[in-house]
């Protein structure tokens, strides 16, 4: 296969599927069809060459392929590494609840009820973890996956970069009234640079970019171009990395007006923490948080030719860490014996950003939410807020149940308008399920 540069097959799409969004998770094999342990991808020395899975080609990202990659992604890319320092990793209580699997509940416009477990294989669940008052009741892995492995989070990513923001605001290292320009004026003449931090922050930036991936010519690919550490080809003339992409981007519409979920923003917002600080948002991650989490592994984030991680989705991580890293959330920024992040960090997470700017963008199936520092607010009777990334990624903290779910995927089709009438549903029914159990008999 040729590379090409403006195309889903180009390997600096790095964690973008070429699926359509429309697409139907029906028009692809099964989870169990799909089981990359059961094709054996990568089996061999070497593997043979139709089992054999390629960074430069861009074979890692075709589905089925992509269910192996998405838990090996550091053998395919160049990477730069988030230490967990040297501390002995904390303890995860186990008090394990088998009843889980046999709950039900109703998908959204569906009259079938479905059983949690069903869910796991609907949404190609690769593993999942839920914990309550901090304790690991359930826990998953299927097909690659193990408890000691680590996964792509794709756009989960962008929370923890939102997050670190919110954690300089509330030091007052960083000002959310302060235009982005003032902090990297390389970005003066995009179309970042008029907007407010705060504005970057909750993605109502006015800037062009379309995240349309069944279209070849749409902004993310030339993104992804930019991105691609490969060598590139004779005759290219477009940007290099990701810090030239980011000052190519042009205005389209008023910032302040709209929610629109577009990558670039939180790329556009490492660059500000990278210039603040000193730091890739890599070693920042680290130093502020992943050093005091009590982690079990070192985290990892895939790079740009010149070393910069993908702050828009580039973060690979053990399961049990990203629901420890929800659970530290949960407790107000407090975990591990240690206050990580500031209380009111969560204090604003928690109250969200605008519903009406949220609405203009037309998520049919979050009606009523609202996005604040780069996660997803549900504005739910239990005061429910999540990260998610592209293919089933997810961290979900239902404070009121006193509930944190973390889930990698593997789901063929990238948006999660895809799986979202399984997967709320089902972790709602947890969360119902969670707090009955607690509930005085």
């Not at 502020?288 to 973060?315: C, I, N």
Request: glycine share 8%; charged share 20%.
């Amino acid at each position: 296969m040729s590379m090409q540069w403006n195309k889903p097959c180009a390997a600096a799409a790095l964690f973008l599927s070429a699926m359509s969004a429309t697409a139907l998770a029906a028009d692809f094999p099964s989870a169990a069809e799909s089981d990359p342990a059961r094709l054996g991808w990568m089996v061999g020395s070497p593997p043979p060459e139709e089992r054999m899975i390629r960074f430069a080609d861009g074979s890692y990202f075709q589905f089925p392929a992509m269910r192996w990659s998405v838990a090996h992604f550091r053998q395919l890319m160049p990477t730069v590494n988030v230490s967990r320092g040297l501390s002995a990793p904390g303890s995860l209580d186990k008090r394990l609840d088998e009843g889980i699997d046999d709950l039900t509940f109703t998908p959204t416009q569906s009259d079938t009820p479905m059983t949690w477990a069903q869910s796991l294989q609907e949404n190609y669940t690769d593993g999942i973890v839920v914990l309550h008052q901090g304790d690991i009741v359930y826990e998953r892995y299927f097909g690659v996956m193990k408890p000691e492995g680590q996964h792509g989070a794709m756009s989960v990513t962008k929370t923890f970069i939102g997050t670190l923001a919110a954690q300089l605001v509330a030091e007052g290292k960083l000002d959310p009234a302060r235009s982005v320009a003032s902090y990297v004026p390389e970005l003066a003449a995009s179309a970042f640079g008029s907007a407010t931090l705060r504005q970057l922050m909750d993605m109502t930036t006015g800037i062009r970019f379309s995240e349309d991936y069944s279209d070849p010519n749409a902004d993310v690919w030339a993104h992804a171009a930019a991105g691609n550490p490969l060598p590139k080809p004779e005759g290219y003339t477009g940007p290099r990395s990701y810090y030239e992409f980011l000052q190519t981007v042009q205005s389209e519409g008023e910032h302040g007006e709209a929610f629109h979920y577009r990558t670039a923003n939180t790329d556009a917002l490492g660059w500000v923490l990278a210039r603040v600080t000193g730091r890739t948002v890599a070693e920042l991650l680290s130093e502020k948080v992943w050093r005091h989490l009590g982690a079990e592994q070192d985290a990892y984030m895939s790079v740009d030719s010149t070393g910069t991680p993908f702050a828009g989705g580039g973060l690979n991580l053990g399961l049990r860490d990203l629901a420890r890293f929800g659970e530290m959330v949960r407790q107000q920024g407090r975990y591990n014996g240690q206050q990580i992040l500031a209380p009111e960090v969560v204090e604003d997470i928690r109250a969200g950003g605008s519903q009406e700017a949220f609405a203009k963008a037309g998520y049919a199936q979050l009606d009523g939410w609202s996005y604040r520092n780069m996660w997803w607010v549900t504005h739910n009777p239990q005061g429910a807020f999540m990260a998610r990334g592209v293919h089933g990624q997810a961290l979900y903290i239902d404070p009121t149940a006193e509930m944190v779910i973390a889930r990698f995927a593997s789901h063929p089709v990238s948006a999660n308008a895809a799986n979202d009438a399984t997967t709320l549903p089902a972790f709602n029914a947890v969360a119902r399920y969670l707090m009955e159990a607690e509930a005085p008999q």
